[in-house]
C-alpha cells in the first residue's frame, strides 16, 4: 500500500500542479503494488494515468487539409519543461524563448517578434526532438512532425510543391512543427549527385522559411550541423547546440529515472554511464527498473552495473 509519505506527496503535487511530479509518485506506486502482488490495483493506478493523458494532453486536430494529411505526423506531449535536464545554456535560451512567447504581444506593441524560428542541432539522442514537443505542451499547442521520408523525393520540383503546401498548413494551424533529419532539406548546395535539385529544395526552403510570419513554431533538428548550408544560419532565430550530459546531468538524469533506487550511491554509479546519450540513459535505466520490478531484486550498484555490461556486450557484438 502507498506510504504516508506517497500520499502526502501526491496530494502536495496535486495543489502545486505539478504533473510531473504527481505521475512520478502515482508510478511508483503502481510499482511497488506490482511487486506485491497486487496486478489489479497496479494496471487500474496506469489505466488512470493514461485517461489523465488523453484528456488534458496535446491540442489534437482533426486536419481537412488531405494534401497534408501524409506529410505531418501529430504526436502528444506529456513531458514539460521540468522533464528536461540540459546544460545551462540550453536552458536559458529555452527560458528566453518561453518568455518572449508569453510577452509577445508586448513586443508587438514596439514593432518586435518572439523567437520561434528554431535551428537545433548535435549528437542522436540528446534532447532536440523531446525539447520541440515540451515547447508544444509549455504553448499549449499542437505538435507535428515533418514526415522527412514523404517530403523529399526523387521526382524533379515536387519536394518544392509539397513544402509549399506544408507552409501553407503552417500558415493556417498555429503548431510547433519539427523538421527533424533536416540536413535532408537544407544540406549545402552541391553535396550530392543531384546538385540541381538539391540547390531547388534549398531556395524553395529558404523563401518559404524567410516569408513565414505565423503564429507557429518552426524547429529544425540535425545530427549533422557541418552539413547545412550556411545560409539557413540566419534564417533561424536561434541556432541552439545540444550535447552529451555532463557529470552533473547524469546525476539528475538517474535520480530521475531510477527514482526508487534507495540502496543504490548515485555518484558511483554516474561514471558507469559517461559518454551515453540522454535517451541511452532514459532505456538503460528503464532495463534496470524492469530487471528490479520482474525479478523483485533491490536497484543497487551490483544490478546497476550487470545491466550496463549487458549493453555494452552487445553494442560490441553488433559493432
Known sequence: MATADQI???IRNHVNNDDTQFRKVALQISAVE???GH??????IQELLRQKNTSSGTVRLVSKNKEVDDLLLQLETYDDIKSLILSNSVEEKLDRIIKEYLKKETLRKYGLVNRRKLLLYGASGTGKTMTASVLAKEFNLPFFVVRTEKV???FMGETGQKLGRIFDFIDEVPAVYLFDEFDAIGSQRGMDNEVGEQ?????TFLQLLERDDSDSFIIA???SIESIDKAMFRRFDDVIEYNLPDREQRLALLHEYLYTAKDLDFASAEPLFEGMSHAEIKMLCSDIFKESLLNDKKIDFSLVQTIVNMR???SYQIS
Open 199 to 203: 540547390r531547388r529544395i534549398l531556395n
Open 221 to 223: 533538428a540535425t545530427n
Open 152 to 154: 523529399v523525393t526523387k
Open 39 to 44: 496486478a489489479i490495483i497496479a494496471r487500474t
Open 34 to 36: 506490482a511487486r506485491n
Open 8 to 10: 502526502l506527496s501526491l
Open 312 to 314: 555494452h556486450q552487445l
